[in-house]
């Protein structure tokens, strides 16, 4: 039987994106070609990397063939969709994706969390890089280790280099502040900082930007928002009702600003014992899963308490690179995957955000 690149782009022509709703053919099936022995090959590219429904697309794919006897090879690829941002807003046209990385109090773990997602992300193949909004307790830098590359500016000084650690670019203000001094801003200059961070910086091809913001609510946030499309953001909390009660007030502020929260992540969720394997809820349990519920989001994942995490930290090695087999590590990749995918399905299908934003004060 003489198979045709027709034939096989007919047969995937009803296969949809299990993300998105979306026929595959439209831009994600490339480059088919038909062997001697009349089988196919082609390319399939994902919209996020770690692709939780992978498995669902590929049956659809395959049944689809085979309901016309066919057959063929999939060359899994990653092509991350972007949202075109409006005018105002448009200070990082090379980025396609920012999420930021919110909590409603100190101490949860936020910038553990957005340093282990960024690693995961670029681990799965996806070009990454960090923003450390957090003025005040800048720790971006201590978590990631020594850089490959020092921060700089170019030979016509208007434009500045991001450090970059493990092939992640990196921007902090602790790269300019002398070690152990405190910043003392007041808003309009926090303000200025970032909109330097953002406009002045060579990012380069980025598919997500880190952001990971102080906690609470206050100036950082407020202008960020006001500076770049914020694509997403997730919110950091730990078990207890105390730290949930801050991620409300910290929920409320992002719908204000219209930006919208893709999901919950739960740290420090219990303990497991290393001799039995007992699971101990230390800071009460499914604080995170009701929060979820209640603000109709995700639960992206829950992180269990372990000195790897801390260890990871403080060496300058994130868990998910230093210990990749680790119950923690796979829980933050399994968070990194799950958030890529609600950014990449907001850039695929989410509505544009509206000018109110522009009356926020």
């Known amino acids: 039987m003489s198979v045709t690149v027709e034939q096989v782009l007919a047969a995937l022509s009803g296969v949809k994106d299990p993300a998105t709703g979306r026929e595959i053919v439209a831009d994600q099936v490339s480059d088919v070609r038909i062997d001697a022995a009349g089988e ?9 990397p770690g692709f939780p429904l992978r498995d669902a697309l590929e049956a659809s794919v395959r049944a689809a063939l085979a ?20 005018q105002d807003l448009n200070r990082l046209p090379t980025v396609k994706n920012i999420l930021a990385v919110a909590a409603g109090k100190g101490g949860v773990g936020k910038s553990t969390v957005s340093v282990n997602v960024a690693t995961a992300l670029h681990r799965l193949g996806a070009k990454v890089a960090i923003l450390d909004a957090d003025i005040y307790g800048p720790s971006v830098p201590k978590m990631l280790g020594t850089p490959e590359r020092e921060t700089s500016t170019t030979l016509a000084g208007d434009r500045i280099s991001p450090a970059l650690y493990r092939g992640i670019p990196v921007m902090s203000v602790a790269f300019f502040v002398e070690p152990g001094n405190a910043v003392v801003w007041r808003g309009p200059m926090i303000h200025k900082l970032l909109k330097q961070f953002l406009e002045d910086v060579d990012w380069g091809e980025i598919d997500y930007l880190i952001v990971d913001l102080p906690p609470g609510t206050g100036d950082a946030q407020l202008s960020l928002a006001q500076l770049i499309p914020i694509t997403g953001s997730i919110m950091v ?9 801050d991620v409300r007030r910290a929920v409320n502020m992002f719908n204000k600003l219209e930006v919208p929260v893709v999901g919950v992540v739960e740290n420090m969720s219990y303990y497991v014992c290393p001799s039995c394997g007992h699971h101990d809820a230390i800071f009460a349990s499914g604080g995170g899963a009701a ?17 790897k995490v801390s260890y990871g930290g ?48």
């Not at 196919?40 to 996020?48: C, E």
């Not at 016309?68 to 409006?86: D, F, H, M, S, Y």
């Open 40 to 48: 196919a090959t082609f390319r399939i590219d994902l919209i996020s």
């Open 67 to 86: 309901a016309r006897n066919l057959r063929g090879t999939i060359e899994w690829g990653l092509k991350v969709p972007q949202k075109p941002a409006r």
């Open 237 to 245: 909390t730990t078990p207890q009702e105390v730290a949930l009660i």
């Open 291 to 307: 929060l979820a519920r209640e603000l109709g989001v995700e639960l992206l994942g829950q992180v269990p308490i372990d000195n």
């Open 314 to 361: 403080e060496s300058g090695v994130p868990v998910v690179e230093g210990a990749p087999a680790s119950e923690q590590a796979k829980a933050l990749t399994s968070v990194a995957a799950r958030a890529a995918l609600a950014l990449s399905k907001l850039s695929a299908t989410g509505p544009k955000r509206s000018s109110l934003l522009r009356t926020v004060t």
